[in-house]
């Protein structure tokens, strides 16, 4: 197995990119959702994630929106941002934070299908 990674864990991401100040792109340090498949994330180091946010403004929103999932019972209340889905390299994972449950789990594919259009 390349690495312990898994489809549904929240990890603590450090951002490597290089990012202009005026972009509208999740920015900082912050945790994530793996929503790679576990075949993807045992062969490669390269690994897809939704960011979390727990920004007032987002959590405002709402849950149910059309690109976002609000999950509670893993620390502060965040909100998923699946219209933020990207790459990471397993390196940049740097602390685990829980896993996800199957409900959660379910309710992250829904609206990240939807926002994909998928």
């Given at each position: 197995?390349?690495?312990?990674?898994?489809r549904?864990?929240?990890w603590?991401?450090?951002?490597t990119?290089?990012?202009r100040?005026?972009t509208?792109l999740?920015?900082?340090?912050r945790?994530?959702?793996?929503?790679s498949?576990?075949?993807v994330n045992?062969?490669?180091r390269i690994?897809?994630?939704?960011?979390?946010?727990?920004?007032?403004?987002?959590?405002a929103r709402g849950d149910?929106?059309y690109?976002?999932v609000?999950?509670?019972?893993?620390?502060?209340?965040?909100?998923?941002?699946t219209?933020?889905?990207?790459?990471?390299?397993?390196?940049?994972l740097?602390?685990y934070?829980?896993?996800?449950?199957?409900?959660?789990?379910?309710?992250?594919?829904?609206?990240?299908?939807?926002?994909l259009?998928?």
């Open positions: 197995m390349f690495n312990d990674k898994r549904g864990d929240i603590w991401a450090q951002d990119a290089h990012k100040e005026d509208c999740i920015r900082g340090d945790p994530v959702v793996i929503v498949s576990d075949e045992c062969n490669t690994i897809t994630v939704v960011p979390l946010t727990s920004s007032p403004a987002q959590l149910g929106t690109d976002q609000l999950l509670t019972g893993y620390g502060a209340p965040s909100m998923a941002l219209r933020q889905v990207h790459a990471v390299d397993t390196d940049d740097t602390e934070r829980g896993h996800l449950t199957d409900a959660d789990m379910l309710r992250l594919d829904a609206v990240l299908r939807r926002a259009g998928v």
